[in-house]
């Protein structure tokens, strides 16, 4: 479930998009929250994990198209638009998802069929 959507990139990632990381408590999740800079956003972490998502897109823009488990890795997929009207101007977008607990053994980021980004989850939740 997406909780946040922001056109934005906290500036310290903005070099480093695409880009995921992962929270399973309270303490990683208040400070991934400041890091991405969407304070705003709250979730109840005794129940779901949460994914921070960076990317950049051109004008038209970038969806989440899909969050599932992929034999163990709970995968993000990203879709960018193709059409011909869009300018080469970078967009930021920042996504916070939130999904049930599960053995996860990492967090991936694709952009269409393209792995762009992967974290081990160093923590079992």
Avoid at 36 to 42: A, G, L, P, R
Avoid at 48 to 56: G, I, K, L
Avoid at 57 to 77: L, T
């Amino acid at each position: 479930e997406l909780v946040t959507y922001e056109e934005k990139i906290a500036p310290i990632y903005v070099q480093q998009a695409p880009h995921i990381a992962y929270a399973i408590n309270e303490e990683q999740f208040n400070i991934l929250r400041t890091k991405f800079d969407v304070e705003n956003t709250d979730i109840d972490m005794a129940q779901y994990m949460a994914v921070f998502v960076v990317a950049q897109s051109n004008s038209c823009g970038v969806m989440a198209d899909g969050a599932y488990d992929n034999k163990n890795k709970f995968s993000i997929q990203l879709l960018a638009s193709t059409s011909d009207s869009c300018e080469d101007e970078q967009m930021d977008h920042t996504f916070v998802i939130q999904t049930e607990k599960a053995n996860y053994e990492k967090v991936q980021l694709y952009i269409g069929n393209v792995l762009k980004s992967s974290m081990d989850i160093k923590e079992k939740q």
